[in-house]
């Protein structure tokens, strides 16, 4: 019985850690997106040349 609970734990954490993996990959791309088009599309700064959008 012990083995069989075992080998069910060990399915369930491999489960959860794919899972966990695919969403932060997904994360990951819409942040990647959301950084690309906040570089291509940043406004320009008052001394003519083009400034950062984000403060770091």
Known sequence: MVPLLLVLLLALLLFGAGFA???LWWI???VLVVWLVG???RPGASSGRRGRWYRW
Do not use: R
């Open 21 to 23: 993996l695919k969403a």
């Open 39 to 41: 570089f291509v599309a």
């Open 28 to 30: 990951a791309i819409i």
